[in-house]
């Protein structure tokens, strides 16, 4: 399931880009020439697209396992190796409790209220948090579990 779940996000991913790329083409031409008539919803359309994208590429990013880390320590055995990693997966699945709870509350916050220029519900954008700490949890809780695994003396699968 979670690899269904991460080549649908994969999609999504793509999709996202690729639709940002209107509106933010349709602002570049409106300024620049007067064959198209300056449309003010793209730049909130951008935006919205543009905190989408972000927020599923950090959950792509932490179930590849592809954000960048620090290597502090020397060489260390395969289990204290993993052991180290669940530290720090222990930490990441705090910030992504934090991004589920606060994003919970900013999604509150925005539920019945509308965007200033094209009137999109706020909603729509302010939920991409909560969603991106629902995927952390469940990519880095993978992870962890196979850290713990190794960590306990067993193997990694």
């Given at each position: 399931?979670?690899?269904?779940?991460?080549?649908?996000l994969?999609?999504?991913?793509?999709?996202?880009?690729?639709?940002?790329?209107?509106?933010?083409?349709l602002?570049?031409?409106?300024?620049?020439?007067?064959?198209?008539?300056?449309?003010?919803?793209?730049?909130?359309?951008?935006?919205?697209?543009?905190?989408?994208?972000?927020?599923?590429?950090?959950?792509?990013g932490?179930?590849?396992?592809?954000?960048?880390?620090?290597?502090?320590?020397?060489?260390?055995?395969?289990?204290?190796?993993?052991?180290?990693?669940?530290?720090?997966?222990?930490?990441?699945?705090?910030?992504?409790?934090?991004?589920?709870?606060?994003?919970?509350?900013?999604?509150?916050?925005?539920?019945?209220?509308?965007?200033?220029?094209?009137?999109l519900?706020?909603?729509?954008?302010?939920?991409?948090?909560?969603?991106?700490?629902?995927?952390?949890?469940?990519?880095?809780?993978?992870?962890?579990?196979?850290?713990?695994?190794?960590?306990?003396?067993?193997?990694?699968?």
């Amino acid at each position: 399931m979670i690899s269904i779940l991460h080549r649908v996000l994969n999609v999504l991913l793509a999709t996202s880009v690729a639709i940002l790329i209107v509106p933010v083409s349709l602002q570049i031409f409106s300024r620049f020439t007067s064959i198209i008539p300056h449309y003010i919803w793209t730049e909130e359309m951008a935006r919205f697209l543009f905190v989408w994208t972000v927020m599923l590429g950090a959950a792509v990013g932490v179930r590849e396992q592809a954000h960048f880390d620090v290597d502090l320590w020397p060489d260390l055995s395969p289990r204290l190796n993993a052991g180290v990693k669940l530290i720090a997966s222990v930490a990441i699945l705090g910030f992504a409790l934090v991004f589920v709870w606060a994003g919970y509350e900013f999604t509150r916050f925005g539920w019945n209220r509308t965007s200033e220029l094209a009137d999109l519900p706020l909603w729509t954008i302010h939920i991409a948090w909560p969603i991106t700490g629902l995927l952390w949890l469940i990519f880095q809780g993978q992870h962890a579990v196979k850290q713990l695994r190794i960590a306990l003396g067993g193997s990694a699968s």
